[in-house]
C-alpha cells in the first residue's frame, strides 16, 4: 500500500465517487455526497493504493490559518480494517504539518446516534484526535454534530 498525492481534478473527482458510492451507509444522502465529489477538486487530496487499485482517499481543507479540516474520508469496505484510513490520517497530519498548520479537525455525527459512525468516532479516537464539542443542530436533530480535533505540534 501507498499514498500519494493527487492533483487532477478530474482524477480527484473520479476516486471521491468510486469510494462514496461504495460506502452508502454512511454517504447515503445523494446531495452531500455529490457536494464532496464536487469539492474534492479544490481540497488537499491523499489517496491510498494497492498496486493501482484506489482503496480510500482523504481530503483536506483549510477553515483557518493554523487549522486544517479531515473534510471528506472514505475506505472501500473491502480495505477496513486493514490500516489503509490510519495510513491516510498519517499522511494528512505529516502533510498539514508542513503546510504550516498547528490544528487538525473533522466532524462526525455524535457517538451513541448510529452503529456505523460509533466506528468511525472509534476510528477517530484511535487516531488522536480529542472531543471538542457537539453542534446538536449544525446538520439536523437526528444527526448532531461531533467536532473532534487534535494538536499537530
Known amino acids: ?3 500519494v498525492t493527487i492533483k487532477d481534478p478530474n482524477e480527484k473527482r473520479a476516486i471521491a465517487r468510486t469510494v462514496l458510492e461504495g460506502l452508502t451507509e454512511w454517504f447515503e444522502v ?3 455526497r455529490e457536494g464532496y465529489i464536487a469539492d474534492s ?5 491523499l489517496a491510498a493504493k494497492d498496486d493501482d487499485r484506489v482503496m480510500g482517499f482523504l481530503c483536506l481543507k483549510e477553515t483557518g490559518n493554523a487549522t486544517v479540516e479531515l473534510a471528506v474520508m472514505g475506505v472501500l ?3 477496513h480494517r486493514n490500516g489503509a484510513g490510519r495510513a491516510l490520517v498519517e499522511k494528512a497530519k505529516e502533510v ?6 498547528e490544528f487538525m479537525q473533522v466532524k462526525t455525527v455524535k457517538m451513541g446516534m448510529y452503529e456505523d459512525y460509533d466506528k468511525t468516532n472509534l476510528f477517530y479516537i484511535s487516531c488522536g484526535f480529542k472531543e471538542l464539542e457537539v453542534l446538536p443542530l449544525l446538520w439536523d ?4 454534530c461531533q467536532i473532534y480535533v487534535m494538536s499537530l505540534k
Open 1 to 3: 500500500m501507498k499514498i
Open 96 to 101: 498539514a504539518r508542513a503546510d504550516g498548520y
Open 77 to 79: 469496505k473491502e480495505y
Open 41 to 45: 477538486a479544490d481540497w488537499t487530496f
Open 141 to 144: 436533530e437526528a444527526n448532531p
Open 30 to 32: 445523494e446531495e452531500s
